[in-house]
């Protein structure tokens, strides 16, 4: 069981916007930065959204990050068939000295 | 364009041992942070040690700590994992990643372990 909490699953239709949420606590998310990574299956991971809300070049704006809290969320606009995929958020944690994932959102374009 | 090729994988035995590497190539290898993270078979992310550009900053997964140990050669360009007293619990694919201002901005393609008997 993951200390950073997202939902197993979610899912959208082309066009629609979806939200993952990902729950911690003050010892990270609370006091560090959320990092988002997307990783299409059997492929590795890519990093999505860096320091809470900020896209690496080559990422779209359909992409946006978040964080409010002990909370943070990822929003996909526009929704396409190539974003269905697994997404992670991870933070550090200062109490355990570790960084964290949560356990992964898998998104399913119907 | 920076490349990490990972190497060293393979079927081991529980209690065996085996050491990981990790080739990097396309930017300045001694200047970064370097990460192993797995993935266990259908699993999620885990975070597994970290190293600093100069050795000094060390950490590891309370999973792994005590058996597991991670290097680096700036001189070879080269970052390891030796993995001791495997469980079976350790099986997952094993990547190597660059960290940069705390984001894991390059992976490479991951080398699978299986400890098995």
């Known amino acids: 069981q993951s200390v950073l909490t997202q939902p197993p699953s979610t899912s959208g239709t082309p066009g629609q916007r979806v939200i993952i949420s990902c729950s911690g606590s003050r010892s990270n998310i609370g006091s560090k930065n959320v990092f988002w990574y997307q990783q299409v299956p059997g492929t590795a991971p890519k990093l999505l959204i860096y320091k809470n809300d900020q896209r690496p070049s080559g990422v779209p704006d359909r992409f946006s990050g978040s964080k409010s809290g002990t909370s943070a969320s990822l929003a996909i606009s526009g929704l396409r068939s190539e974003d269905e995929a697994d997404y992670y958020c991870a933070a550090w944690d200062v109490r355990l000295h570790s960084r964290l994932f949560g356990g992964g959102t898998k998104l399913t374009v119907l | 364009e920076v490349q990490l090729v990972e190497s060293g994988g393979g079927l081991v035995q529980p209690g065996g041992c085996l050491r990981l590497?990790?080739?990097?190539?396309?930017?300045?290898?001694?200047?970064?942070?370097m990460n192993w993270v797995r993935q266990a078979p259908g699993k999620g992310l885990e975070w597994i040690s970290s190293?600093?550009?100069?050795?000094?900053?060390?950490y590891y997964s309370d999973l792994v700590k005590g058996r597991f140990t991670v290097s680096r050669d700036n001189a070879k360009n080269s970052l390891y994992l030796q993995m001791n007293s495997l469980r079976a619990e350790d099986t997952a694919i094993y990547y190597c990643?660059?960290?940069?201002?705390?984001?894991?901005?390059?992976w490479g393609q991951g080398t699978l372990v299986t400890v098995s008997s």
């Open positions: 590497s990790c080739a990097a190539s396309g930017f300045t290898f001694n200047t970064y942070t």
């Open positions: 190293i600093s550009h100069n050795d000094y900053f060390i």
């Open positions: 990643v660059r960290e940069d201002d705390e984001s894991f901005d390059f």
